[in-house]
């Protein structure tokens, strides 16, 4: 399936995508320098837009995902204190359950307890409630059902493009 997404960013790993005023990031590993750089251009390039604030929504599969380092920890919450004015609401979604998850979810609570970026920020377990939520908050759009039906299309496509072998089943 030829995908309809044009990802500013993407590697073995990570995929990063703006939809509109939707900052989607799929990832299936830590975040690596070049990912958060990648990120970090894409938040300035909606910034600088001038069509209002956006929504960050990143979803992440724990099952092959391990913690961000110290490094990348840093360089997250640097980015989300720079783009705090930006950034209507900040979704995390952490996909599978077990330890690996829990250890994720506790790394992006960190984070955001480092951080105190003031920006709003909540963690899910599937990206459907993440994007209700934040599309809510982010308010205005072609109306919540068609947008929400948009982002969810987006993530299965990152999913895709970041992990080729894993279309099967």
Request: contains cysteine; positive net charge.
């Amino acid at each position: 399936m030829e995908s309809n997404l044009e990802p500013t960013y993407v590697d073995h790993e990570h995929c990063t995508v703006a939809i509109g005023r939707v900052l989607l990031t799929y990832s299936r590993a830590a975040p690596s320098v070049p990912y958060l750089e990648a990120w970090r251009k894409e938040a300035a390039r909606l910034r600088g837009a001038g069509n209002g604030p956006f929504f960050v929504m990143t979803v992440i599969d724990a099952a092959r995902c391990q913690p961000p380092d110290d490094h990348c920890k840093r360089l997250i919450a640097d980015s989300f204190k720079a783009n705090r004015n930006a950034i209507a609401a900040l979704a995390h979604v952490v996909e599978g359950s077990g330890f690996g998850a829990a250890a994720i979810r506790s790394a992006l609570t960190l984070i955001s307890l480092l951080g105190r970026h003031g920006i709003s920020e909540k963690t899910f377990g599937n990206a459907a409630d993440a994007a209700i939520w934040g599309l809510a908050k982010l308010g205005g759009g072609m109306g919540v059902a068609r947008d929400v039906e948009r982002v969810l299309a987006a993530v299965a496509e990152a999913r895709n493009l970041v992990a080729p072998a894993a279309k099967t089943g």
